[in-house]
């Protein structure tokens, strides 16, 4: 069974720094799809960033970046230039056959 | 606006009640998901639908019922065997379900006393 791992249940950043959240992942599949969704107060779930497994290169969106590591099973979230808008959960989700599976999330706090 | 909806935002039940939560999308999308949220958790999957009068098990479908009668429209009826029904409900809907970015709805929050 495929399963999503995250192993920070909190984090906290100063404005404007760089703070990376980590998720590691378990599956037999080869070719597959990883997302970061964020879920702020509002608890309206956002996608930040997706990955295609089978693309080397790792996904950027502003500034939000990703480590792909697929041999490892590895895929972390960086955010650059923190803001207080960023202050949200963070959920890591591996795209199943029919679903996402979803890790337990990373609470990030971001303050001034 | 394209989107998806979901009322009401929070519903209260008495135990032993069957509840029908609503999901709507007008996003032309095949595919539409029932996800679970507790406390501390990430979303589980209820149920999904990749297309009109077909739906599929997810990992906690135990005491939920689904129709998909029209392609905007995929209610989840939580019933009186679900043993812990209080929780945070949320709808998505993709493209497909291959790949594709799912979008989700504001979400449900049901509380059953």
């Known amino acids: 069974a495929q399963t999503v791992t995250q192993s920070q249940p909190e984090m906290s950043v100063q404005e404007a720094e760089t703070v990376t959240l980590s998720c590691t992942y378990d599956t037999s599949e080869s070719n597959y799809y990883l997302f970061w969704y964020k879920q702020p107060p509002s608890r309206q779930m956002i996608l930040v960033i997706r990955q295609e497994a089978y693309k080397q290169q790792n996904a950027t969106e502003n500034r939000f970046s990703v480590n792909f590591q697929k041999a490892a099973k590895s895929f972390s979230l960086k955010i650059s230039d923190s803001q207080l808008g960023d202050t949200a959960m963070y959920f890591c989700?591996?795209?199943?056959?029919?679903?996402?599976?979803f890790g337990t999330g990373t609470r990030l706090q971001v303050f001034p | 606006d394209g989107g998806i909806t979901q009322s009401p935002k929070y519903l209260f039940r008495k135990e032993g009640q069957n509840v029908t939560l609503s999901c709507e999308q007008n996003l032309n999308h095949d595919a539409m998901y029932w996800y679970r949220q507790d406390p501390g958790q990430g979303l589980r999957l209820i149920y999904y639908?990749?297309?009109?009068?077909?739906?599929q098990k997810g990992d906690i479908a135990e005491g939920y019922s689904v129709s998909r009668e029209k392609k905007e429209s995929f209610p989840l009826t939580v019933t009186s065997a679900q043993k812990n029904p209080t929780a945070f409900y949320l709808c998505?809907?993709?493209?497909?379900?291959?790949?594709?970015?799912?979008?989700f709805g504001p979400g449900t929050r049901l509380t059953v006393t």
């Open positions: 998505a809907s993709s493209i497909t379900t291959i790949s594709e970015e799912q979008y």
């Open positions: 989700a591996f795209m199943s056959s029919g679903g996402l599976i």
């Open positions: 639908s990749q297309i009109v009068n077909d739906f």
